[in-house]
């Protein structure tokens, strides 16, 4: 049962934030984790359910860290901060979520090459993958070495490696589901591309700004001035998502409903666009209460 605390705020048994406010951004990334299922299940249709599950984990950590580190790289900025702690405290935050991002990423890229090199020879995308995972590992180990305020510089080039390392290693799975077919490579490119931007968004959010805003609350307005220029890029992203998605779903489906409906891979497509319509309702529900809190005339 939950628990109201002092700041109106309800608390469940083990100290999770379980108000309406505190569930919503979780929903967000659960929905986003059975899309991808959903998306993996098609695009690797036929495939054992070991090997799709690791090309489902690989994927999630590719988009975590790709967006997570477009977060990091480009809409957290520290001089939103008055104090060096707080700045460090997030950075702090987001080093654990890269932690267990890179673990999946580890697992999920060692298990899906394998699993591809005892069915097939590889493939060129599949390569690159390999590469980038290995690279996107020593990468992340060595900015350990960049930790110090005296380095801060170093270890932003190196995050700018790691993160261009990452966006080949999408590259390269977009590549093994498209066999590197000009239209559909930049089709699925898209649509995986503005996954990641939107898993990384909402892990950055719920493992990130949450936990900061819990343990630093008078540093509110700071925190959430990253948080305000995510949301200024979600309808783009939500429109790419939806648009690639539908040409994919012509493209394997055509026009037919019944097709939709009535067939296992039809009902796949139809779970992916149900997630989606959900998604996209809790943005706008959430849009509208932005714009009503920062115009407070209106």
């Keep these: 049962m939950a628990i109201r605390g002092s700041d109106d705020k309800e608390t469940g048994p083990f100290g999770l934030d379980v108000s309406p406010k505190g569930l919503q951004p979780r929903v967000v990334f659960a929905l986003l984790l059975v899309g991808s299922a959903a ?28 967006g997570g580190l477009y977060w990091r790289l480009v809409l957290f900025d520290a001089s939103d901060f008055e104090h060096d702690d707080t700045t460090r405290a997030v950075s702090e935050q987001w080093r654990r979520v890269e932690a267990f ?22 493939d060129p995308g599949e390569v690159a993958v390999g590469f980038g ?14 930790s110090g305020d005296e380095r801060r510089q170093t270890a932003t080039y190196v995050r700018w ?30 649509h995986v591309g503005s996954f990641a931007l939107w898993i990384g968004g909402a892990s950055w959010h719920n493992f990130v700004v949450l936990p900061t805003l819990r343990a630093r609350p008078d540093a509110a307005d700071e925190i959430k001035a990253g948080a305000r220029r995510f ?9 790419v998502f939806l648009a690639t998605g539908v040409y994919q779903a012509v493209r394997l489906l055509g026009y037919s409903v019944s097709a939709l409906f009535g067939t296992p891979v039809g009902r796949f497509v139809a779970v992916k666009f149900a997630i989606l319509a959900m998604l996209t309702g809790l943005v706008v529900v959430n849009f509208v209460k932005a714009r009503k809190a920062d115009d407070p005339d209106g």
């Design 39 to 66: 998306g993996i299940w098609l695009s690797r249709w036929g495939e054992a359910f070991v090997a799709r599950g690791f090309w489902w984990l690989l994927v999630v950590a590719l988009g975590s860290l790709g």
């Design 101 to 122: 991002a890179v673990l999946a990423l580890l697992l999920g890229g060692v298990g899906s090459v394998a699993t591809g090199v005892m069915a097939r020879p590889l």
């Design 161 to 190: 490696l790691f993160f261009a390392v990452v966006l080949g290693s999408l590259a390269g799975f977009v590549w093994t589901e498209t066999s590197g077919r000009p239209l559909e490579w930049v089709v699925r490119a898209g």
């Design 231 to 239: 949301r200024r890029h979600l309808p783009v992203v939500i429109a």
């Design 133 to 146: 995972v290995a690279l996107s590992t020593f990468l992340w180990v060595g900015l350990d070495r960049y």
